[in-house]
């Protein structure tokens, strides 16, 4: 059967804001290319008596047939196409309007929260009735993006048996670090404005504000704690400037490891140089290879559910792209990698920051600081990232690096080119005047004509340096060790660059800017001026510990591995 994998780097154009289709990876289908469907509207009721809209699609023919379900919060009937497309295949298609939205019934739903294992579980019933139907041959499979790959990761944990295989693309596995509170600090450019542009945001933001520390409500919407109850293999699609890149990452590696027999050791990882948008700025080349077979969504079934010989068995656990500097045709990187696990092998690194504003791997020998102050009123505004919509991505950094709440510390240029694929983390050390403030990291490459370039950032709400789940007010002047998570990259950075570490306090509207107060999370609208202090010693040695691999390894062109 061929393959509708198409080349990933025109998927910036269709990861569009508010609604991720479905239809990522097919084309359209003509109206007279399409079979006779039975379309039947259904409502289903849930474990505590809810209905939800649902439409199931079936081909011509008695069946029984195995399933493919999508369970949405943006309409079910905008899924019509992709069930055209499965049904053309020999598969019935079941599409659901999540809890509260379009015509399913309860109206007072926090968005994801009866998704999961927990009661009431709204996917787990839906699988249930799927599976007694006359039409189910007993196997079926969930897909879809964004929204509707975080009800499949729901959905996973105990899910009835019927579940046999999964296709997750660009979404969170952990509601609060991942798609609420990334470093305790509220995800108010994503998660605020989605609710809002989506009609969801009464019952949801006052909930979600009302939580801004990690308790059981969070709990209940982190997928990773429950991997060793996923029994369906997945394929998950990410991308490196993707909204919830790391969550895509996390669901691999925990399932991947710790999951049932079934699901143990048969998972995908895929992650291309895209993001939740439109990327403008930088826009990587397709490499001479192509994306594995199990990106398309019905390959993925046809070898899990149909047990269809496809060459997907054969093909690596993990495929990402490793980027590099698309302005230079000579540049290493820019290229599909395949490899048995994930993180690659790689030398963790340590570049300390030094006071005169380089960075380095040499440790300071002398002890130093520099201050700066952070106005809430006046935050630094946000340029490109992981974010959701236009312009998104790498961009240039240079008009908010001048300002003099951030900090910058450069390393030389780089003699050779080097590549960065991992986690990527810092440890500052760090004082305030306020009881509580927020340290921003981002990791640049600053390119030979002097454009800054986001690779990837971070945040540490300083209350949660310890723990999200318990806070810890700042006491004045005092220096205290925080992590700042990155979260995961791949890029070699090009002969002739430099490796940039910028430390500010905000990042705006990113993440909601700390009022520096140390009150309840918007319990009110006072503010404070900050004066932040980075320190740079041999007792405090501020760094990001990049992870450092071998340039030019195991790249491949169509699925089979080479020597760069």
């Known amino acids: 059967m061929p393959s509708r994998v198409r080349n990933p780097i025109p998927l910036c154009a269709i990861l569009c804001g508010l609604v991720f289709s479905a239809r990522l990876f097919c084309p359209a289908l003509a109206a007279d290319d399409l079979p006779d469907l039975e379309t039947s509207n259904v409502s289903i009721p849930m474990s505590d008596g809810i209905e939800l809209a649902t439409t199931v699609y079936r081909p011509p023919g008695n069946g029984p047939f195995p399933v493919i379900v999508a369970r949405t919060p943006?309409?079910?009937?905008?899924?019509?196409?992709?069930?055209?497309?499965?049904?053309?295949?020999?598969?019935?298609?079941?599409?659901?309007?999540?809890?509260?939205?379009?015509?399913?019934?309860?109206?007072?739903?926090?968005?994801?929260h009866n998704d999961g294992w927990n009661s009431p579980h709204d996917g787990h019933d839906t699988l249930a009735w799927i599976s007694r139907q006359s039409w189910c041959n007993g196997k079926i499979g969930s897909t879809g993006g964004s929204a509707l790959?975080?009800?499949?990761?729901?959905?996973?944990?105990?899910?009835?048996?019927?579940?046999?295989?999964?296709?997750?693309?660009?979404?969170?596995?952990?509601?609060?670090?991942?798609?609420?509170?990334?470093?305790?600090?509220?995800?108010?450019?994503?998660l605020e404005n989605w609710l809002k542009g989506t009609g969801m945001s009464d019952v949801n933001l006052k909930t979600f504000v009302a939580h801004p520390r990690y308790d059981e409500f969070w709990d209940e919407l982190n997928a990773e704690t429950q991997a060793e109850r996923v029994n369906a293999p997945g394929v998950f699609f990410g991308g490196w400037y993707d909204i919830f890149l790391q969550g895509t990452i996390n669901s691999f590696t925990?399932?991947?490891?710790?999951?049932?027999?079934?699901?143990n050791g048969r998972c995908r990882l895929v992650i291309a140089p895209?993001?939740?948008?439109?990327?403008?700025?930088?826009?990587?080349?397709?490499?001479?290879?192509?994306?594995?077979?199990?990106?398309?969504?019905?390959?993925w079934f046809d070898a899990m559910l149909k047990g269809k010989d496809n060459g997907?068995?054969?093909?690596?656990?993990?495929?990402?792209?490793a980027m590099?500097?698309?302005?230079?045709?000579?540049?290493?990187?820019?290229?599909?990698?395949?490899?048995?696990?994930?993180?690659?092998?790689?030398?963790?690194?340590?570049?300390?920051?030094?006071?005169?504003?380089?960075?380095?791997?040499?440790?300071?020998?002398?002890s130093g600081s520099r201050s700066y102050k952070y106005d809430p009123a006046q935050p630094v505004p946000t340029i490109g990232g992981a974010e959701l919509g236009a312009d998104i991505g790498p961009r240039d950094q240079r008009s908010v690096e001048s300002r003099p709440d951030v900090l910058l510390f450069t390393s030389d240029e780089l003699e050779a080119p080097l590549e960065v694929t991992g986690r990527i983390s810092a440890r500052l050390y760090?004082?305030?005047?306020?009881?509580?403030t927020d340290f921003t990291v981002k990791l640049t490459d600053v390119y030979p004509d002097g454009r800054s370039m986001l690779v990837t950032d971070g945040i540490l709400r300083a209350r949660f340096r310890e723990s999200f789940a318990n806070e810890k007010l700042l006491e004045p002047a005092e220096v205290v060790e925080i992590p700042v998570d990155l979260w995961s990259t791949s890029l070699v950075f090009n002969t002739g660059h430099r490796i940039r570490i910028a430390v500010s306090s905000s990042n705006s509207p990113r993440f909601d800017p700390n009022p520096n107060t140390g009150h309840a999370f918007r319990a009110d609208q006072k503010q404070r001026i900050a004066t932040n202090t980075l320190y740079f010693s041999e007792k405090h040695?501020?760094?990001?510990?990049?992870?450092?691999?071998?340039?030019?390894?195991?790249?491949?062109t169509a699925g089979n591995a080479k020597s760069h």
């Open 149 to 190: 790959g975080i009800t499949q990761n729901m959905a996973a944990p105990g899910a009835p048996a019927a579940l046999a295989a999964q296709h997750v693309v660009v979404a969170f596995s952990d509601m609060y670090r991942q798609g609420a509170y990334q470093g305790g600090a509220f995800r108010k450019g994503l």
């Open 74 to 112: 943006y309409n079910k009937d905008g899924l019509k196409n992709e069930a055209q497309r499965f049904c053309r295949n020999g598969y019935a298609f079941v599409a659901q309007d999540l809890r509260g939205r379009f015509k399913s019934q309860g109206h007072d739903a926090i968005i994801f």
């Open 430 to 436: 760090v004082s305030s005047d306020c009881p509580d």
């Open 274 to 299: 895209i993001g939740h948008g439109s990327m403008t700025e930088l826009k990587y080349p397709a490499s001479a290879g192509r994306l594995p077979r199990c990106v398309d969504n019905l390959a």
């Open 254 to 263: 925990t399932i991947q490891s710790r999951g049932g027999p079934a699901a």
């Open 541 to 556: 040695p501020s760094r990001i510990v990049l992870p450092i691999c071998e340039v030019g390894n195991k790249e491949y």
């Open 312 to 321: 997907i068995a054969a093909e690596k656990p993990v495929h990402y792209y």
């Open 324 to 366: 590099g500097d698309p302005t230079d045709e000579k540049a290493p990187g820019n290229a599909w990698r395949a490899a048995d696990t994930w993180p690659p092998p790689a030398v963790e690194t340590p570049y300390y920051l030094h006071a005169a504003g380089t960075a380095s791997t040499l440790r300071p020998a002398e």
